[in-house]
């Protein structure tokens, strides 16, 4: 059974880069496709972008400027840098395995990680 | 981009009721669309894939339906675990949309 823990400072300065990392276990990151989600408190969930585990991308067009994604595969992780953040940034952060069929859909979670924007 | 509505955004019943929850898609999206419980304070949990196919382990009164713009999520039997919020989930072109949720809580 895949397993996925968010990692990463619980607060943010306004103008700075959030960085998270998920750590797999349970499987191997190859071959697979991996998301980060956002939840900011009381809202529905914010689809942020994927990555292969070869390193290809896609991401939510809203958030494209200011996002990255990346993967180590001899870690067994992925990473989220979004840069430029601001109060409206604050959220619970999830990390999924995205699988790939007809579609893509997000079968394993993370518990998430709650981060904050503030001075 | 492809947005998602989901009616209605809350509702109220009872155990053992039928409810059916909606979404629907800006445009035609085949059948790429999943449905997601999420309980407070917990991650969001796969239901439903490729509009209609039940998720391992996910009970048998769950069922979805639908294909092009407009899709169903029905619980025939809703039991106490059942009360959550629901979202539905599309995938076009390579991104992904969730809808706003319907929050099914106790009459």
């Known amino acids: 059974q895949v397993q996925l823990q968010e990692s990463g400072p619980g607060l943010v300065k306004p103008s700075e880069t959030l960085s998270l990392t998920c750590t797999v276990s349970?499987?191997?990151?190859?071959?697979?496709?991996w998301s980060w989600i956002r939840q900011p408190p009381g809202k529905g969930l914010e689809w942020i972008g994927y990555?292969?585990?070869?390193?290809?991308?896609n991401y939510n067009p809203s958030l494209k400027s200011r996002v990255t994604i990346s993967v180590d595969t001899s870690t067994n992780q992925f990473s989220l840098q979004l840069s430029s953040v601001t109060v409206a940034d604050t959220a619970i952060y999830f990390c999924?395995?995205?699988?790939?069929?007809?579609?893509?859909?997000?079968?394993?979670w993370g518990q998430g990680t709650a981060v904050a924007v503030s001075s | 981009a492809i947005q998602l509505t989901q009616s209605p955004s809350s509702l109220s019943a009872s155990v053992g009721d039928r409810v059916t929850l909606t979404c629907r898609a800006s445009?035609?999206?085949?059948?790429?669309l999943a449905w997601y419980q999420q309980k407070p304070g917990k991650a969001p949990k796969l239901l439903i894939y490729?509009?209609?196919y039940l998720e391992s382990g996910v009970p048998s009164r769950f069922s979805g339906s639908g294909s092009g713009t407009d899709f169903t999520l029905t619980i025939s039997s809703l039991q106490p675990e059942d009360f959550a919020t629901y979202y539905c989930?599309?995938?076009?072109?390579?991104?992904?949309?969730f809808g706003p949720g319907t929050k099914v809580d106790i009459k």
């Open positions: 999924a395995r995205a699988y790939a069929t007809t579609m893509v859909t997000l079968d394993f």
């Open positions: 349970g499987g191997s990151i190859t071959n697979s496709y």
């Open positions: 990555i292969y585990s070869s390193g290809s991308t």
């Open positions: 445009q035609d999206i085949s059948s790429a």
């Open positions: 490729d509009a209609s």
């Open positions: 989930q599309q995938f076009n072109s390579y991104l992904l949309t």
